[in-house]
DNA sequence: CTGAAAGCGCTTACAG
DNA sequence: CTGAAAGCGCTTACAG
């Protein structure tokens, strides 16, 4: 293996020198900087990472500490993942993931090991228990999701509520005024899925101020289940015009479901999506949609997170709250309401 | 930060007695180790990584390289991705995600930087330049995906000349006796992806052997142009009874352009899909279907990988290509062949 | 502008 | 059965 000592024979230097040569922590002559380069380059050295990291506490590792849940939209996840470790190298970081059930024992290990600079949780829950051990940290950490309790991190998410307000504004420019939403199962909320709520509550609100009628509805997370739930759910109410998918399953589910009733959007519903506009290409969904913004969010965090571990642990700047505002793709799902038959 | 000093302090012993009474490398009175344990839990003593592989040469971890590419089929990559993580966490390592574009760049970082034990590559190419880099690197590696050259790495992937002559003999077997095979875009074997025609050949040998005629078509990997493709494949071949699918993005759409067609599986054609249980389940997909055992490839390659490892630079044990075995999942959309209409 | 030395926190021969 | 010391490969005060 080719160490720095390597490179300072070569170069004709001593050690300390070759290594401020190649920081730049210190004036060297140009002359030597020369040498030293054209050592490194012939011998191809790299520093070695482990030692570097005893010698200044710094990995230029951080920490993806995600939450792969078994009825989650998997899919989806991947590019959240790939938002971070794009970003991260970019910004000279690698990136560590961990895809252990067990968050709390995993972010210990990982903080207390010193291996990584910081932390990015992805699919954080409103009262998500990897938090308090992520404050106690000595390394900072980003989130991705909005805890209810925000402080010590550093928060970036959807703007669910506008996402929802949106949803129903669209629909009601476009005339329609009986709604149905489609939001994740239930137990998606208990465990911790504020953002289902959160855009239920958002297109609440607008609607009551719109007075538009907005029935709404859980359904499964999967198929078969999820297939029967919208069937059922357009069954009940009849005179409703548009529909407000919160459900990935569902807008996947929904071109089949309306096929088998002969139904055609917009021409006969309108409906508008929020998933991630990478998921509509794959499946090929026809629906006007929120971009979930998943990259992007991603992007955020690690740059944001970056950004704190190199300000050092008594960097002074607030912590930030980022809520993305939702962005429609148009997709011409969505239309005038049909005139009612008969 | 509590150093191994700390715990020797507080158990009374040498920085040395408490290091082997921790490793099991030197017999320690029991009495002893019980202090250094004690020790451990009041101080919540976790040994610091960076100083750790400095002295050991290793760093429990390895480095996960994959390449996404924009028209893969994305979401099927996190199944392998998991399937590497979880298994590779259970065995005590934890996994570097590297998704840079550079494979041959990150491959030399990470080998030169001592920050990684072993290397698992997804998505391996027929001719995958990462290969030399990897042979010549002083750790270990495993592929996902069969290359033309398989000296000095452990190879796994699924037996795709096999799974084509699977889908083709259970076929025949329904009775069928003409066919069509919907292959990925040509691209996608210009780039290296040889499991396309390896899948291919199987297909058409068997298919020989059976006397079952059998057209073979490439089809687009994203909508609309593989919806598409799909009918004008349907449309060229209206004798065909039996449909292969070896590309997701057409099982995906299959449903759609069967509703628009009037058709259904298996009354009208019979369909039989390659891809993984979950992406099925994830997409209600209705085709019996070869699982793609994404999870089970990743699980294998890393634990491959691990052994290696642990086997150390000099371990004699021979390298492996192995090829997982096709297994059907039956959803039910193979029958007989329709009775030819009038 | 440069070098010799200490130190980061471990592990592991070397002595006893 | 245990301890004092060397060494892994870096970086960075301390001296000149």
Redesign the interface.
């Known amino acids: ?2 160490t720095i000592g390597d490179v300072a024979k070569v170069a004709g230097v001593s050690r300390s020198t070759a290594s401020y040569a190649l920081s730049g922590k210190r004036t060297i002559s140009p002359a030597v900087v020369q040498r030293v380069l054209d050592a490194v380059d012939e011998l ?11 010698a200044t506490s710094h ?1 230029k ?1 951080i920490g ?1 500490l995600g939450r ?1 849940l078994d009825d989650e ?3 989806a ?3 959240y ?2 938002g971070v ?2 970003r991260a ?1 970019e910004l000279g970081y ?7 059930e067990d968050g709390i024992h995993a972010l ?3 903080s ?4 990584v600079d910081g932390f990015v949780l992805l699919n954080v829950a409103e009262r998500d228990t990897r938090l308090e051990i992520l404050r106690a940290a ?1 390394q900072p950490g980003a989130t991705v999701g909005l805890p209810a309790e925000c402080d010590g991190v550093d928060v970036f998410d959807l703007d669910f509520v506008e996402s929802g307000r949106l949803m129903v504004q669209t629909m009601h420019d476009a005339g329609h005024r009986e709604l149905i939403l489609v939001s994740q199962p239930v137990h998606v909320v208990e465990r911790g899925g504020a953002y289902v709520w959160r855009l239920a509550d958002g297109a609440r609100e607008r609607a009551a101020e719109l007075g538009v009628t907005l029935h709404h509805h859980h359904g499964d997370s ?3 289940g ?2 029967r739930d919208l069937a059922d759910i357009l069954d009940r109410h009849p005179g409703a015009t548009g529909l407000l998918l919160n459900n990935e ?1 569902a807008a ?2 929904l ?2 479901v309306l ?2 009733r002969g139904l055609r959007a917009p021409d006969d519903i309108s409906v508008i999506g929020r998933y991630s506009d ?1 998921f509509a ?4 969904l026809p629906f006007t949609a929120i971009d979930s913004a998943a990259d992007e969010l991603g992007r955020r965090a690690v740059q944001q997170l970056v950004a704190r571990i190199e300000d050092g642990p008594d960097g002074t700047a607030p912590h930030v709250v980022e809520l993305i505002p939702p962005a429609v793709h148009d997709r011409g799902s969505i239309a005038a309401p049909p005139t009612p038959r008969g």
Chains 1, 2 share one sequence.
């Open positions: 293996m080719v191809g050295y790299i520093p070695n990472a482990g030692a570097r990291a005893l990995t590792v993806l792969f939209f998997a899919p996840m991947l590019q993942i790939l470790t794009n190298r690698d990136t560590l993931l961990v895809s252990e210990q290990r990982l207390s090991s010193r291996m000595l999967s198929q078969p999820i297939g399953a996947a589910a071109p089949s096929a088998a990478d290409r794959t499946f090929s």
